[in-house]
Every structure is written in structure tokens, then in C-alpha cells.
């Protein structure tokens, strides 16, 4: 079966540099969502989106800023990246019904460091 | 969303039943208890979720108590492979609701 794809799967950058972080989700789910996992640390939720709209925020940086497309891909982009973003990013995706319950999915994650 | 306390890690006999316990004492009447496990630095997995009835899938058995303030993830027969963290998660089955990742337990299976 499909599962969530993210790249890229490595990704090293310096700081004050940009990244972009790009998220496919399984075919036929409307809702994505990222998650930052810092070393040693549990994921921390970032942003969701349902229907190409914002449907939840959560610690994400002002720095960072999140969409949607059309096709339901999403990307994270991460602009002055500091030492303290190095992290696991992970993006998920799920079918939202609207109140039915559901699962996420996640993807592999994308290794992010920043040197 | 409702917090969640679980043992910081366990052992478990490989061919044994790992019983992962969970406590959820603020839980509302309409949030879901959730399990997911990430093994190493791979993604969370899903496991199993239920709102008030004991649950069972091919891979675990998730048990509620009547008060739905403590539930059990089993493991029927533990393998190394089930090495992991897990997690215990409840929320607001909401579209686009986040999920609150607590510390979870680490699960060492022991040959």
C-alpha cells in the first residue's frame, strides 16, 4: 500500500540558509499534518491542513510557514534556520470525515541539520 | 486534549504478552485513546485507538477501563522487533486535530 512520502530524506543546510521540506500524502487523504522531533525529544505537533485550508497550529516557529496545494502535497518552508532546528520532521496525512475518528499516518521523516 | 501518564520503560519476555498501561484521569466523554510506537528514529506508527469499548486488531489489543481514566495496550506475544516507544494519545477525533505526544515507554523485548 501507498505510504506517505517525504523529500527530501536528508537534508543539511547552514544558518540564516532556507530549506524547504516537501510532503506527499497517501493517495486519497485530505489532511496533513508536521510534527519536529528534536534529538531525545517526543514529536512536537508544528501545523495541519484539511482541504488546503489551516485546521490546527501548534509551536511552529514564525520563522516557518506551511500550505497546502491542490493536490494535496504540502510543504514546510524554513527561512533563517537557526542550530536549534536540527531536528526529525515528520509529516502525516489522514482522510478527515468531520468528526468521525480516524488515524495519521506518518511518513519516514526528513533528517534536517543545520550547521 | 486530555494528558496521558505512562511508566518511563518496561521489559518484555520475547513470546510473552506486553501489557503497556496508560493512565488518562481527565479524558472527556468525547476524546479517543490512540497507540502508536516509533521504532529508532522512524516514523510513529499506528497501533490501535478505541472511545470506550475494548479493541482488537492484528497487531495489539487496547483495553479501557469502564471509567476510561486508564487503559492497557497488549502486546499478545512479543517479539524483538516490537522494541520500541510507545505512545499513548488521547484527543478530539476532529479533522486536522494534532496529536499530543507524551514521553511514552520505552519497550525493550528481551530475548
Known amino acids: 500500500a501507498a505510504g506517505v512520502i517525504q523529500s527530501p530524506r536528508h537534508l543539511i543546510k547552514e544558518k540564516r540558509e532556507t530549506a524547504t521540506l516537501k510532503c506527499y500524502p497517501i493517495p486519497r487523504h485530505d489532511t496533513v499534518y508536521w510534527y519536529q522531533q528534536g534529538p531525545g525529544q517526543d514529536p512536537q505537533f508544528l501545523i495541519s491542513f484539511y482541504e488546503k485550508m489551516q485546521s490546527d497550529k501548534g509551536s511552529i516557529p514564525d520563522r516557518f510557514s506551511a500550505q497546502q496545494f491542490s493536490d494535496y502535497h504540502s510543504e514546510l518552508n524554513m527561512s533563517s534556520l537557526e542550530l536549534g532546528d536540527s531536528a526529525l520532521y515528520f509529516c502525516?496525512?489522514?482522510w478527515g470525515s468531520g468528526g468521525a475518528d480516524y488515524e495519521q499516518y506518518f511518513g519516514p521523516g526528513t533528517r534536517l541539520t543545520v550547521t | 486534549d486530555a494528558k496521558t501518564t505512562q511508566p518511563p520503560s518496561m521489559d518484555c519476555a520475547e513470546g510473552r504478552a506486553a501489557n503497556l498501561p496508560c493512565n488518562h484521569s481527565?479524558?472527556?466523554?468525547?476524546?479517543?485513546v490512540y497507540w502508536y510506537r516509533q521504532i529508532h528514529s522512524q516514523g510513529p506508527q499506528y497501533i490501535i485507538h478505541?472511545?470506550?469499548n475494548n479493541e482488537t486488531n492484528e497487531m495489539a489489543s487496547l483495553i479501557i477501563t469502564e471509567d476510561r481514566k486508564s487503559s492497557t495496550l497488549i502486546l499478545p506475544h512479543a517479539t524483538l522487533r516490537d522494541t520500541a516507544v510507545y505512545y499513548c494519545?488521547?484527543?478530539?477525533?476532529?479533522?486536522?486535530?494534532?496529536?499530543?505526544f507524551g514521553t511514552g515507554t520505552s519497550l525493550t523485548v528481551i530475548p
Open positions: 494519545i488521547v484527543r478530539v477525533a476532529n479533522t486536522g486535530n494534532q496529536f499530543y
Open positions: 478505541g472511545l470506550k
Open positions: 481527565t479524558i472527556s466523554g468525547n476524546e479517543y
Open positions: 502525516a496525512s489522514s
